[in-house]
C-alpha cells in the first residue's frame, strides 16, 4: 500500500511540474509572438526529452511548431525553449523582425 501511495505522489510531482515548465515555456512563445499573436497556423508542441539534435550538447527542449502562418515568407516556425523557459532559439532566426514588421503594415 505505501509503495502505490509513493508511486501515485511521485506521479503527481512529475505531472505538476510538467505542467510549470509547459506554462513557462507558452509564456516565453507568447512574449516573442506579441500581443495579439498573429494567426499562426496548426500547431504543435513537444518535449523533447532525449534533446535536440539541433543544439550542441542534445539538451532537453520544448520545440513549438507552427504550420501555416499569415507572416509573409514565413510557411513554418519553430520556437525552442528550455524547460525553465528561456529562449533558446527561433526558426527563422529573425522571427521577431518579421512579426514586427507584419504588424506595422497593419496585419494584426
Do not use: C, H
Amino acid at each position: 500500500m505505501r509503495l502505490l501511495f509513493r508511486a501515485l505522489m511521485v506521479a503527481a510531482v512529475a505531472g505538476v511540474l510538467g505542467a510549470v515548465s509547459w506554462a513557462l515555456a507558452a509564456n516565453t512563445v507568447a512574449g516573442v509572438l506579441g500581443s495579439p499573436p498573429p494567426d499562426m497556423g496548426d500547431r504543435q508542441t513537444v518535449f523533447l526529452w532525449r534533446g535536440a539534435a539541433e543544439f550542441a550538447g542534445r539538451p532537453r527542449v520544448w520545440r513549438f511548431t507552427y504550420a501555416g502562418t499569415q507572416i509573409p515568407a514565413t510557411p513554418r516556425v519553430r520556437i525552442y525553449v528550455s524547460p525553465l523557459g528561456k529562449l533558446l532559439r527561433t526558426d527563422p532566426a529573425d522571427l521577431g523582425f518579421r512579426i514586427k514588421v507584419w504588424k506595422m503594415k497593419g496585419f494584426s
